[in-house]
């Protein structure tokens, strides 16, 4: 089954500890991203991939990293997790094409206290 | 502020009824897509569209590019309880492969 599975779902972590949130995608797709979800602001882009070894800044980078070793995985990492990274995680993938559909992972609730 | 403008952020309906939600900037998006997300899940895509003016129909609901593709509307006819859902536009400006997502219009639609 085609899909992005990311993990964990659900996390509960403290000011500074540092996370990772791992997605993986099996549809070999080139492009990935991550995006956080707010109430009343949409989905926002963290960062993206168009390829291995290729990563670039959206529009709310401050505090993760990303990395791409490999084309099926895109970890977010969270070096010292703040409150205000309290929110819903996505991951997606998609293919390099005119249709641009995007894939999306099924979501990680992250808070930080 | 958002590039992309969706109204109305709520909508609540009775079964049977009709609604229509729309996404506006004053950018001009090479293509626009449509998505709806239900509680738990991540957003899965209903639509793309790519040429101003174009129309597509999907069952009940029917999308709308406009002319000048700033903008976009989708309209659900005779709404059932399973349409509820957050309903999410997004849009790729020319030469630009990054989409960017309007928050979103929650509908509800009543038994």
């Known amino acids: 089954e085609a899909q992005v599975t990311q993990n964990p779902r659900y996390l509960i972590t403290v000011t500074g500890k540092k996370l990772t949130v791992t997605c993986s995608q099996n549809m070999n797709h080139e492009y990935m991203s991550w995006y956080r979800q707010d109430p009343g602001l949409g989905l926002r882009q963290i960062y993206y991939s168009m390829n291995v070894e290729v990563t670039d800044k959206g529009d709310v980078p401050e505090g993760y990293k990303v990395s791409r070793k490999e084309k099926r995985n895109f970890p977010l990492i969270l070096e010292s997790p703040s409150p205000n990274q309290t929110s819903l995680y996505f991951c997606?993938?998609?293919?390099?094409?005119?249709?641009?559909?995007?894939?999306f992972g099924e979501g990680s609730r992250l808070t930080v206290l | 502020t958002q590039l992309l403008e969706q109204s109305p952020q709520f909508l609540s309906i009775q079964e049977g009824e009709n609604l229509t939600v729309y996404c506006n900037s004053s950018?001009?998006?090479?293509?626009l897509q449509w998505y709806r997300q239900e509680p738990g899940e991540g957003p899965v895509l209903l639509v793309t569209?790519?040429?101003?003016?174009e129309v597509k129909k999907l069952k009940r609901l029917t999308f709308q590019f406009g002319d000048a593709r700033k903008d976009s509307s989708l309209h659900i006819t005779a709404a059932q309880t399973g349409d509820t859902g957050l309903y999410l536009c997004?849009?790729?400006?020319?030469?630009?492969?990054?989409?960017?997502f309007g928050a979103g219009t929650t509908v509800t639609v009543r038994a």
């Open positions: 950018s001009v998006f090479s293509s």
């Open positions: 997004a849009g790729a400006e020319s030469n630009d492969y990054k989409l960017s």
């Open positions: 997606a993938s998609s293919l390099l094409d005119n249709t641009g559909e995007l894939f």
């Open positions: 569209v790519v040429t101003g003016g």
